[in-house]
């Protein structure tokens, strides 16, 4: 008895979980949570360029030996880290864009990408002072300029160390652009929102979750593999080092 009606119970849940399935894929739904998926994509890359933009020039402006210049990076790094991200999406769409039509896409860039130009540039000055100050010296001591030994010797350095993090960013990136059916774009979330507004069930939800976790995975997955790359390019200077101190 308790086994024919585990059996029964068993069966009939897979039942409705393909019923949810099709409804939720069906008449073309399937189509609109991949095209909110590429959208998601989209705003995520197109953020975390301008975002390596706009950081890059606050690491210069903090560096800079100006102190309006250090003001305003000192500003802008303390309202954006300091404000949520959906407001600023919000702010970003009720002023820059107030007058523009038919633009959500870069509603989306703008303000995520203005949003993530803080964490960048903090990630870039970390990998910036990551290097020993001997670099710098040894760069100076050529005769090479201050912004001449930083782009030539400091920076290849500090890209190695920085690459793993920017992955981690741009993975947080995609996360975060899930806030930007705030103002109508049709990303993932906002799609998988609406088609369960009409089935009444929240199985578009776990499809729209599981698109995000395998694209997440990827990203993971190729992080591990970039880790492991700098991790065997940086063992035979290891080893030449050990040798030279032997």
Known sequence: MIF??????????????????????GGGRAWDLLG?????????IGAMILGIVIGSIIVAFKLSRFKLLRAVAFVYLGVIR????????LIVSATVFATTRGAPLRIGIVALGINSGAYVAEIIRAGLMSIDKG?????????LSKWQTMF??????AIKNI???????????????AIVG???IRDVTRVANLIMSR?????????????????????????????KRLRKADTPQVKSRKRLDG
């Open 4 to 25: 024919s009606f585990s059996e029964s119970w068993g069966r009939f849940g897979d039942l409705d979980l393909v019923i949810n399935l099709e409804r939720t894929l």
């Open 36 to 44: 909110g998926m590429w959208i998601t994509i989209q705003i995520s």
């Open 82 to 89: 300091g404000t949520p991200a959906v407001t600023q999406l």
């Open 135 to 143: 670099q710098t010296e040894a760069g100076l001591s050529l005769g």
């Open 152 to 157: 030539y010797i400091v920076l290849p350095q």
């Open 163 to 177: 690459l793993p993090t920017f992955v981690n960013e741009f993975i947080v990136l995609i996360k975060e652009t």
């Open 182 to 184: 705030f103002v109508a």
């Open 199 to 227: 089935t009444m069930e929240p199985t578009p939800l776990f499809v729209s979750a599981a698109m995000y976790l395998i694209v997440i995975s990827i990203l993971t997955m190729l992080l591990g593999l970039l880790e």
